[in-house]
């Protein structure tokens, strides 16, 4: 179909800080027991897109998840993974890549997206009305408690800035004005000639970008090639294609009329404007039209191009991982209410247990949970709405709350766990309580230490 | 008398009884075997029997005997209340559609699918239809969405995209390119076909590209043959669409004199070009426009006027007996004109020429020569197009008129959307098209002298 798909999976992000790491990058976060990057693959199989490119920053992050890539999918997806250097922004990383994109229109996913919106139809709407640029929104995803831990946890009534400003026509499917909720501080700035020519503008708060973009290969490197400050795909060459979109000065078709031989000599230039008008007449008029039609007295022609949307249904589940928080809440969502994203079966109690867990005697594992496989849970545990990993040791009189528990972790006798994240490796020796904590990789907690809200991490 | 009376009843009887054994081989899409047909009976189970003086006409020409008129009956069209043949078609289908709930008896032969569903579902199996060309994808897409109307811009945009389609084949190994080629045009016009019906004079344009591909000289490379087949394709596009256009502007603009009073209805290309040029060379008239709803296609048609500077006055239909006194002349659209002389157009076009009639005013259509059909159509009834019947039971802008919220629910409401009817030659004065003004009656004449056969080398 004419679609090539780029995966930005990221690199080692410092928003994630304490639970990834040279080892374990973002895209390999587990979220349910499998790497965050898995669903955005799994996505792009079922819509029958098999030919993948895969950018992550840095070498051994490249190495790391070109490593589970080939093992996972080695015979049914054809991936590439690209290495690009670090912080050189999305744009740079499609700059980087450039000369492997061939196809007509470029569908770009962000690596931390959980989702099971239909691509297929995102990629149908930017076909069908010919745009430079589509973009998925989908409703902002209801937030869970805040963390204590968060940017100094000061005033809660700055909310955590997740949302965007997104400004629709009255038809919702053309954008005309983005901005990032966290940007914007008093007042919002919209083009003048963009209100005129379409009349109605609504603004929504309550819709996210997804970061996922579908765009016209040729303008997208166009724009990337004159603008060589653009950073960001999100921030900067987004919200450049949108400002533009009636003072067009990419050029649209890329290559001129005469592609095609013979052509041009069978149908001459004003029997071409002929048949424009005819076909423009025909359908209804967007705004472009109106606004390329409307006689001001300026004789250059303007051009525009469309950037469009698509807007998920509200019965689809999308969210992605770019923060504490955000890790939270998908797991508890993906085992929870998306728990049909997760691949996994229910048990009759709605939880999922590995068959070769063990669980002591009068444990309890509450619905809504997972365990994985070679786990050992001692005597009179209780689990309640938790992820807990692979080969994980744990002892007696533990309880485990809303929480998340990696691989290879050893958890002592008595210990209390609730709201926290708690990396592969760990030991936790006896009667320590972890409240809202992030514990990294390979850390041992001492006995009987009580933390709250805290990171702690292998110095 | 009796004698050619018992031929025809003969001959009728014989060509009925053809179809019944030979149609289990036939392709599904109702264009695809077309290419020969003489013949100007529209076969169909239950349909009238032809009449007479069409049967008479065939008969002064030179008709092939018998035996080779009987191997060019035309396929029948699927009638969608056929359960075995819906039912086979559906198993074919590369677009899942669900019959819509309250379907209107009248018309159980025709598609009745449920609107709603009917976009996301194509939208949603982008990525897995890799059967089917981006191009065409997009085309039926935007046809299903209701992007383009208009017979001549689907007919373009169709061809368009029939043309990078063509660009983009290439012959598998051990393969024929005459005939790979056609089955692949052939999915590809089922698919469209299944986004939306094709218009009678859309099958036209389909036949005169499968009828070149037919005739492409075997000793011909690929490439050749490709772009021998592309610049057939823009041939056609540029002389029957284009120039035909531009000979029809010519013609009617002298039947625009001044001081007239123009009445036009729903949005025709033509008849914009026609009043555009009139007003271009300084002649001084009025236009009435008027409209219908659902669609309201005249507003913009009407906004393009008022830009231009013409003074326009604009009404409904339900109003067109109050106006027509003043009005001089009547330039209507046509999406197909029949061998009988009746013009297929948008719904409420007959009931412009019939009021027309009534005060005496003529009525001028203004069509291009490859709309012209060898079919003969007596009703609305047999071949049309059902729309969405939700968009009948909303207002837009109104949001409190909502009486029929519930339509689905309700029993004994069907609500029917019909997009086209039929207008009677009686009430046509004549039919402009680019080779002349013609009176109905010469509809099949256009259709022998310049039909398939001679569409240009």
């Known amino acids: 179909m004419d679609f090539q798909v780029v995966v930005l999976a990221g690199g080692v992000s410092k928003k994630l800080l304490p639970l990834v790491s040279h080892e374990l990058p973002n895209a390999l976060l587990p979220v349910a027991n499998r790497p965050v990057l898995s669903y955005v693959v799994e996505l792009l199989e079922l819509s029958n897109l098999k030919d993948l490119i895969v950018?992550?920053?840095?070498?051994?992050?490249a190495l790391n998840v070109g490593a589970w890539i080939s093992g996972a999918y080695a015979d049914r997806l054809h991936v590439e993974v690209a290495a690009v250097p670090e912080d050189v922004g999305t744009a740079g990383a499609i700059r980087a890549i450039a000369r492997h994109l061939y196809a007509k229109d470029i569908l770009i996913v962000s690596g931390d997206l959980v989702s099971d919106v239909p691509i297929g139809a995102v990629a149908a709407t930017h076909r069908r009305h010919d745009a430079v640029v589509t973009a998925l929104l989908c409703n902002t995803p209801v937030s869970g408690p805040l963390e204590s831990v968060s940017s100094g946890g000061k005033d809660k009534a700055k909310k955590p800035g997740r949302y965007d400003l997104i400004g629709l026509d009255p038809t919702k499917q053309f954008l005309l004005h983005i901005?990032?909720?966290?940007?914007?501080?008093?007042?919002?700035?919209?083009?003048?000639?963009?209100?005129?020519?379409v009349g109605q503008v609504e603004i929504r708060a309550d819709l996210m970008d997804a970061h996922l973009y579908a765009f016209k290969r040729s303008v997208l490197l166009e724009v990337l090639d004159q603008n060589g400050e653009f950073h960001s795909l999100k921030h900067d060459v987004l919200p450049y294609l949108v400002r533009s979109q009636l003072k067009s000065e990419v050029l649209l078709n890329g290559t001129p009329q005469a592609e095609e031989n013979g052509t041009e000599k069978v149908i001459s230039q004003s029997n071409q404007q002929m048949l424009s008008q005819i076909l423009a007449n025909a359908s209804e008029p967007t705004f472009h039209l109106r606004h390329e039609l409307s006689t001001?007295?300026?004789?250059?022609?303007?051009?525009?191009?469309?950037?469009?949307?698509?807007?998920?249904?509200?019965?689809?589940?999308?969210?992605?991982?770019?923060?504490?928080?955000a890790y939270n809440d998908i797991n508890r969502d993906v085992i929870g209410e998306a728990?049909?994203?997760?691949?996994?079966?229910?048990?009759?109690?709605?939880?999922?247990?590995?068959?070769?867990?063990?669980?002591?005697?009068?444990?309890?594992v509450g619905p809504h949970c997972m365990l994985g496989e070679g786990s050992q849970m001692g005597d009179k545990c209780s689990v309640k709405r938790s992820v807990i990993g692979r080969h994980c040791r744990?002892?007696?009189?533990?309880?485990?709350?809303?929480?998340?528990?990696?691989?290879?972790?050893?958890?002592?006798?008595?210990?209390?766990?609730?709201?926290?994240?708690?990396?592969?490796?760990?030991?936790?020796?006896?009667?320590?309580?972890?409240?809202?904590?992030?514990?990294?990789?390979?850390?041992?907690?001492?006995?009987?230490?009580?933390?709250?809200?805290?990171?702690?991490?292998?110095? | 008398m009796s004698s050619i009376l018992f031929l025809q009843s003969v001959v009728g009887l014989i060509v009925v009884l053809y179809p019944a054994n030979g149609n289990s081989a036939v392709a599904e899409s109702g264009k695809a075997a077309l290419a020969k047909s003489k013949n100007q009976s529209s076969l169909k189970k239950d349909g009238p029997p032809v009449t007479s003086e069409v049967t008479i006409d065939k008969k002064s020409g030179n008709r092939p005997p018998e035996k080779e008129r009987k191997k060019d009956a035309p396929p029948q069209r699927m009638q969608f209340d056929d359960q075995n043949r819906v039912g086979k078609a559906k198993r074919r289908a590369l677009v899942n559609q669900t019959e819509a709930k309250n379907r209107v008896e009248l018309f159980r032969h025709l598609p009745q699918y449920d609107h709603g569903s009917q976009l996301p579902n194509l939208e949603s199996k982008l990525f897995q239809l890799d059967s089917v060309h981006p191009a065409v994808f997009k085309v039926g897409l935007?046809?299903?969405?209701?992007?383009?109307?208009?017979?001549?811009?689907?007919?373009?945009?169709m061809l368009r995209a029939l043309q990078e389609a063509i660009i983009d084949y290439s012959t598998p190994p051990e393969k024929v390119l005459i005939r790979e080629l056609t089955a692949k045009i052939s999915s590809y016009i089922s698919f469209i076909n299944e986004c939306r019906?094709?218009?009678?004079?859309?099958?036209n344009a389909i036949r005169f590209v499968k009828r070149r591909i037919a005739k492409l000289p075997l000793s011909h490379t690929d490439v050749e043959a490709k772009t021998a087949l592309c610049s057939d394709i823009d041939r056609f596009i540029n002389e029957k669409i284009i120039i035909a256009d531009k000979v029809i502007v010519g013609h009617a603009s002298t039947k625009v004199r001044d001081g007239d009073v123009l009445l036009t209805y729903g949005l025709s290309c033509v008849v914009e070009m026609i009043l555009l040029s009139a007003h271009d060379v300084g002649k001084k008239f009025r236009v009435v426009v008027v409209d219908s709803r659902p669609k309201l296609e005249s507003q913009a048609l009407l906004n393009r006027l008022i830009a231009k500077g013409l003074s326009c006055t604009y009404t409904h239909i339900n109003a067109v007996s109050y106006i027509m006194h003043e009005v001089t002349k009547v330039f209507l659209g046509a999406s197909a004109v029949l061998s009988n002389g009746t013009v297929l157009s948008r719904v409420g076009t007959a009931c412009i020429a019939m009021v027309a009639h009534a005060f005496s005013v003529p009525v001028l259509i203004c069509c291009e020569a490859f709309k012209f059909h060898e079919r003969v159509l007596l009703d609305s009834i047999c071949c049309n197009e059902i729309g969405d019947p939700g968009a009948l039971a909303t207002v837009p802008g109104r949001m409190d008129i909502n009486y029929l919220e519930n339509w689905t629910n309700e029993e004994n409401l069907q609500l029917l959307n019909l997009m086209y009817?039929?207008?009677?030659?009686?009430?046509v004065s004549v039919i402009v098209t680019d080779h002349g003004m013609i009176p109905p009656t010469s509809v099949p004449v256009i259709v022998r002298e310049y039909g398939q056969e001679h569409y240009l080398i």
């Open chain 2, 197 to 203: 019906p094709l218009s009678i004079s859309m099958g």
């Open chain 2, 421 to 427: 009817d039929v207008t009677p030659s009686d009430y």
């Open chain 1, 394 to 459: 744990i002892g007696a009189n533990v309880k485990v709350v809303n929480s998340v528990v990696m691989n290879h972790v050893t958890i002592g006798d008595g210990c209390s766990i609730q709201g926290s994240v708690i990396c592969s490796n760990v030991q936790l020796q006896e009667r320590a309580t972890l409240k809202d904590c992030q514990v990294g990789a390979g850390y041992m907690v001492t006995a009987g230490s009580d933390c709250k809200g805290e990171v702690l991490t292998k110095k």
């Open chain 1, 55 to 61: 950018v992550v920053e840095g070498k051994d992050t």
């Open chain 2, 142 to 157: 935007r046809y299903m969405a209701g992007d383009i109307s208009g017979v001549n811009a689907r007919c373009t945009e």
């Open chain 1, 179 to 197: 901005a990032t909720g966290a940007e914007v501080e008093k007042d919002l700035r919209i083009q003048k000639s963009i209100l005129r020519s």
């Open chain 1, 339 to 364: 728990s049909h994203l997760s691949g996994y079966s229910f048990s009759s109690h709605n939880n999922i247990i590995d068959p070769t867990a063990e669980l002591g005697a009068k444990t309890t």
């Open chain 1, 296 to 325: 001001n007295g300026s004789d250059s022609v303007r051009r525009t191009h469309k950037c469009c949307v698509y807007i998920a249904g509200s019965n689809k589940y999308c969210a992605r991982l770019n923060s504490l928080q």
